[in-house]
C-alpha cells in the first residue's frame, strides 16, 4: 500500500513537470508570434499556482493545527512551517518589488537578449524542480537513496542555471551594469535571483550531508521539507522573471 502510495506521488509530480514544460514551451510561442502580454501573464500565474500548491505543499500549513500539546513534535513542525513560510513571504515581496521597477523604469521595452538561452535556463530550472519535488516525495517515504540522488541531480541542475545565467548570460548581455536602467535592471534582477539559487545549492548541501549521517526519517524530515519549500519558491521567482526580461516588450538594441 505504502508502494502504491509512493508510486501514485511520484506521478502526480512527473505530471506537473510535463504540464509545467508545456506551459513553458507555449509562453514562447506567445512571444514569437503575438507578444500578447496578457496571455503570458495568464500563464505565469498558471505556473505558479501549480507549483505553490503541488510541489510546494500550501495544504500542509493546515495540517496538525488542532494540537494542543505547544511541546509535541506536531505543534513544533507547524510553528515551524508557519514561521518558514512568513519568510518566503517577505523575500517575496523583495523580488515583487524588482519586478514593479522593472515594468515602472523600462516599460514594455526588453533587452537584447538571447531567448533561446532563456528557454535553456529556465527548463534547467524547471527540470531541478521536478528532481527536488521526487527528493521530497523520497524521503517522506523512507528511500534514503532515491533521495540522495534526486537531491545531487537538484543541486547539479541548479549550478547549471547559474552557470547559464552568471557564466554565459552576463557576459553575453549587450551592456554592462552601469551603462543604463536597463543594464541595472537585468543585473539586478538576475543577479538576486542567482544568489538565492546559490544560498539553495548550500541549503540543499547541508541537507544532503545530513541524509547521509542518518539525521532524517521517513516521518520527521523537516529539514528536507523546507529546503524543498525555499528551492521551489526560487522556481516561482523564474517563472515571472523568465517572460519580464526575455518574452515581454519591444526589443531595444
Avoid: C
Avoid at 549521517?213 to 529546503?227: I, P, Q, S
Amino acid at each position: 500500500m505504502a508502494h502504491q502510495h509512493d508510486s501514485g506521488s511520484l506521478r502526480q509530480g512527473f505530471v506537473i513537470f510535463i504540464i509545467l514544460a508545456f506551459l513553458t514551451f507555449i509562453e514562447y510561442v506567445i512571444a514569437i508570434t503575438n507578444q500578447s502580454v496578457l496571455l503570458l501573464t495568464i500563464v505565469a500565474i498558471v505556473k505558479s499556482g501549480m507549483v505553490l500548491y503541488y510541489y510546494m505543499h500550501i495544504s500542509k500549513l493546515g495540517e496538525n493545527e488542532d494540537s494542543t500539546d505547544h511541546h509535541s513534535a506536531e505543534w513544533k513542525l507547524v510553528t515551524n512551517r508557519l514561521g518558514f513560510w512568513l519568510f518566503i513571504l517577505s523575500d517575496a515581496f523583495l523580488f515583487a518589488g524588482l519586478l514593479t521597477t522593472r515594468f515602472n523604469l523600462l516599460g514594455f521595452t526588453r533587452p537584447d537578449l538571447d531567448r533561446n538561452l532563456g528557454l535553456i535556463v529556465t527548463g534547467v530550472l524547471l527540470i531541478s524542480s521536478f528532481f527536488m519535488n521526487r527528493a521530497e516525495t523520497q524521503m517522506a517515504h523512507g528511500d534514503q537513496k532515491g533521495f540522495l540522488i534526486s537531491t545531487s541531480i537538484t543541486m547539479l541542475l541548479g549550478i547549471g542555471f547559474l552557470a547559464g545565467v552568471v557564466g554565459v548570460e552576463w557576459q553575453r548581455a549587450p551592456f554592462s551594469a552601469g551603462d543604463s536602467a536597463m543594464s541595472a535592471v537585468f543585473y539586478m534582477m538576475t543577479g538576486m535571483h542567482a544568489f538565492h539559487v546559490l544560498t539553495g545549492v548550500i541549503f540543499l548541501g547541508v541537507v544532503l550531508n545530513n541524509a547521509r549521517k542518518g539525521l532524517y526519517t521517513a516521518e520527521n524530515h523537516w529539514a528536507v521539507e523546507a529546503a524543498t519549500v525555499y528551492w521551489h519558491f526560487v522556481d516561482v521567482v523564474w517563472i515571472f522573471f523568465y517572460p519580464a526580461l526575455y518574452l515581454i516588450g519591444r526589443l531595444v538594441q
